[in-house]
């Protein structure tokens, strides 16, 4: 009830002002006040476009005045407004005015150092191009797919019904539907609020099996197959691991197992729902493969790939030398980087644990162009990903297409308040607390994440434009440019080793990564290979 205490006081306080007003006429300006107080605080319980005003009527305006000048204040006194807290005010500035169709343009000039090392920019063409559709779109599907999907460049990164309120999944849904791009589900399963806007559905099967266990916990076909052949879900992701909390598993304790969150997941209330931190289907790259087409025939053809964040090399390496042994190969792959974000997770593993995006996402690009099956297989790529310029840059290190959440729930209202894992989300997207996400309005939130996609896309769309570019495909790390020094400048093909196509086939190439692991790796195991556990023996010894 904390969060209704001004309003409340105000209702309190207005009579006894009005009877103190009789006796000292001064009070009238308080019964003024409290009166308005009462206006305000009415209005914002009954609106519904701010689920933070339904939630925190009057004093949300406090809030509201300090953010207007806040500017000011981190200018003179704070911060400046690139400073990643993990996101900085410029990315959700960018995010807020594009989701309410608000301009996005700046004056005065860059905020940001031209002559700083890391500063990056893209090209310009002296011919620029001339794009009149920014819906950006690939195809995900190889040989053995015969249900491939037009997926858009930009689309929901895995967030799961019980991370996300209902109301949240409702929204990103529904903006979905109308953006004709995809929401993937998380590892939570299909809710029942993913299904009511219609929006094309990622499905992601965590270790948990969610939606598809039987009562053991393990993988389960006929629940598989109910819920895989909706044609609302588009493609099957397994998901290895996540970028936040690789290897790390999790439990949703049984108190937070509600009744509806049980019917998703297809697990009994009042047990402890747990995700091992490994899979149970399968215990090795070409098991994994081989579940991989399992899960195809399965769906009857629907595109299946899996989600990863890279860890150990030798892993990934046993994973495409399956590939190449079986001719058993996923249609897609998600490379989730280190700095991807989730609800709660332990210090340690959000800190150091993890490749981070950029260097995962060449490692997987490099290796399947090295085995010359790049053109068979799709990359998604997700990591801190909010502007057009972040996705060009990330599909021009290899990527086809982006995932962003915490950009998505940007455009939902989220003010990252870092208290995810707290089931008090002040804006009703990250808790399941109805008291909170009720006065989230899926409706008036569907079409700002509609807008923020749109005009992302069309963002997009001028930069590309401006490099002489009419799509995505076209881009290339020759497209990117960095500052490595006060004097040097290198793009990204220059400043980075990429692969010729098959050039893992005719010999080792002169890359560290690969000149160390590659020979190791093996498709039976994804223990250390055997001279890496010979030296951890020798230092027992």
Same mark, same amino acid.
């Given at each position: 009830?904390?969060?209704?205490?001004?309003?409340?006081?105000?209702?309190?306080?207005?009579?006894?002002? #009005?009877?103190?007003?009789?006796?000292?006429?001064?009070?009238?300006?308080?019964?003024?006040?409290?009166?308005?107080?009462?206006?305000?605080?009415?209005?914002?319980?009954?609106?519904?476009? /701010?689920?933070?005003?339904?939630?925190?009527?009057?004093?949300?305006?406090?809030?509201?005045?300090?953010?207007?000048?806040?500017?000011?204040?981190?200018?003179?006194?704070?911060?400046?407004?690139?400073?990643?807290?993990?996101?900085?005010?410029?990315?959700?500035?960018?995010?807020?005015?594009?989701?309410?169709?608000?301009?996005?343009?700046?004056?005065?000039?860059?905020?940001?150092?031209?002559?700083?090392?890391?500063?990056?920019?893209?090209?310009?063409?002296?011919?620029?191009?001339?794009?009149?559709?920014?819906?950006?779109? #690939?195809?995900?599907?190889?040989?053995?797919?015969?249900?491939?999907?037009?997926? /858009?460049?930009?689309?929901?990164?895995?967030? /799961?019904?019980?991370?996300?309120?209902?109301?949240?999944?409702?929204?990103?849904?529904?903006?979905?539907?109308?953006?004709?791009?995809?929401?993937?589900?998380?590892?939570?399963?299909?809710?029942?609020?993913?299904?009511?806007?219609?929006?094309? *559905?990622?499905?992601?099967?965590?270790?948990?099996?969610?939606?598809?266990?039987?009562?053991?916990?393990?993988?389960?076909? !006929?629940?598989?197959?109910?819920?895989?052949?909706?044609?609302?879900?588009?493609?099957? !992701?397994?998901?290895?691991?996540?970028?936040?909390?690789?290897?790390?598993?999790?439990?949703?304790?049984?108190?937070?197992? /509600?009744? !509806?969150?049980?019917?998703?997941?297809?697990?009994?209330?009042?047990?402890?729902?747990?995700?091992?931190?490994?899979?149970?289907?399968?215990?090795?790259?070409?098991?994994?493969?081989?579940?991989?087409?399992?899960?195809?025939?399965?769906?009857?053809?629907?595109?299946?790939?899996?989600? *990863?964040?890279?860890?150990?090399?030798?892993?990934?390496?046993?994973?495409?030398?399956?590939?190449?042994?079986?001719?058993?190969?996923?249609?897609?792959? #998600?490379?989730?980087?280190?700095?991807?974000?989730?609800?709660?997770?332990?210090?340690?593993?959000?800190?150091?644990?993890?490749?981070?995006?950029?260097?995962?996402?060449?490692?997987?690009?490099?290796?399947? #162009?090295?085995?010359?099956?790049?053109?068979?297989?799709?990359?998604?790529?997700?990591?801190?990903?909010?502007?057009?310029?972040?996705?060009?840059?990330?599909?021009?290190?290899?990527?086809?297409?982006?995932?962003?959440?915490?950009?998505?729930?940007?455009?939902?209202?989220?003010?990252?308040?870092?208290?995810?894992?707290?089931?008090?989300?002040?804006?009703?997207?990250?808790?399941?607390?109805?008291?909170?996400?009720?006065?989230?309005?899926?409706?008036?939130?569907?079409?700002?994440?509609?807008?923020?996609?749109?005009?992302?896309?069309?963002?997009?769309?001028?930069?590309?434009?401006?490099?002489?570019?009419?799509?995505?495909?076209?881009?290339?790390? !020759?497209?990117?440019?960095?500052?490595?020094?006060?004097?040097?400048?290198?793009?990204?093909?220059?400043?980075?080793?990429?692969?010729?196509?098959?050039?893992?086939?005719?010999?080792?190439?002169?890359?560290?990564?690969?000149?160390?692991?590659?020979?190791?790796?093996?498709?039976?195991?994804?223990?250390?290979?055997?001279?890496?556990?010979?030296?951890?023996?020798?230092?027992?010894?």
């Amino acid at each position: 009830m904390h969060r209704y205490l001004v309003y409340l006081l105000a209702i309190i306080l207005l009579p006894v002002s #009005v009877v103190l007003a009789f006796k000292w006429p001064s009070w009238y300006w308080g019964s003024a006040l409290f009166a308005a107080m009462i206006i305000i605080g009415t209005l914002d319980i009954l609106q519904n476009r /701010s689920a933070l005003r339904r939630n925190y009527p009057v004093l949300v305006h406090f809030r509201y005045f300090f953010e207007s000048i806040g500017p000011e204040i981190r200018q003179y006194f704070v911060q400046n407004d690139l400073e990643n807290v993990p996101f900085s005010r410029q990315d959700r500035s960018l995010v807020y005015r594009r989701s309410r169709n608000e301009m996005d343009v700046l004056p005065f000039g860059t905020l940001r150092s031209a002559y700083q090392v890391d500063y990056e920019w893209i090209n310009h063409s002296m011919r620029p191009a001339r794009i009149d559709n920014t819906d950006f779109r #690939v195809t995900i599907g190889g040989p053995g797919c015969t249900q491939p999907y037009s997926a /858009s460049v930009f689309n929901i990164s895995a967030m /799961s019904f019980g991370a996300l309120s209902a109301n949240a999944v409702r929204a990103l849904n529904g903006g979905a539907k109308l953006g004709n791009f995809a929401q993937d589900t998380g590892e939570g399963s299909i809710s029942p609020y993913h299904r009511e806007r219609g929006g094309d *559905l990622i499905w992601e099967i965590g270790s948990g099996y969610f939606g598809c266990r039987d009562e053991q916990g393990r993988f389960n076909e !006929e629940r598989f197959i109910a819920n895989a052949t909706d044609p609302q879900v588009k493609m099957i !992701e397994i998901k290895l691991s996540q970028g936040a909390k690789p290897g790390h598993g999790g439990v949703l304790p049984a108190a937070k197992v /509600s009744e !509806e969150i049980a019917l998703t997941r297809g697990v009994p209330m009042g047990v402890d729902c747990v995700s091992p931190p490994g899979h149970s289907a399968f215990s090795n790259p070409v098991e994994l493969l081989q579940f991989v087409a399992r899960l195809r025939e399965l769906s009857g053809g629907k595109p299946v790939g899996f989600k *990863l964040a890279i860890g150990h090399p030798w892993e990934w390496f046993g994973i495409a030398k399956a590939m190449q042994e079986t001719g058993l190969m996923p249609d897609y792959i #998600v490379v989730d980087g280190a700095e991807g974000g989730t609800g709660a997770a332990p210090v340690e593993f959000m800190d150091h644990v993890g490749v981070p995006m950029n260097e995962a996402l060449m490692l997987v690009h490099n290796t399947l #162009v090295g085995l010359n099956i790049r053109q068979h297989i799709r990359i998604g790529a997700a990591g801190k990903i909010t502007s057009a310029f972040d996705i060009a840059r990330t599909i021009s290190m290899g990527a086809d297409w982006c995932n962003a959440g915490r950009a998505f729930m940007f455009s939902l209202g989220c003010i990252q308040a870092l208290s995810c894992h707290t089931d008090k989300c002040p804006t009703g997207i990250a808790t399941q607390d109805r008291a909170r996400s009720s006065n989230l309005d899926p409706t008036q939130k569907t079409a700002r994440v509609f807008n923020y996609h749109r005009n992302t896309m069309r963002a997009l769309g001028e930069l590309l434009s401006a490099a002489g570019l009419t799509h995505t495909d076209q881009l290339g790390p !020759e497209h990117i440019l960095r500052r490595v020094s006060p004097t040097q400048i290198r793009s990204l093909g220059s400043l980075y080793r990429f692969l010729e196509p098959g050039e893992l086939l005719e010999g080792q190439p002169e890359h560290s990564v690969f000149r160390d692991y590659w020979p190791l790796a093996r498709t039976d195991s994804f223990d250390p290979p055997q001279r890496i556990q010979h030296l951890r023996d020798s230092r027992l010894h």
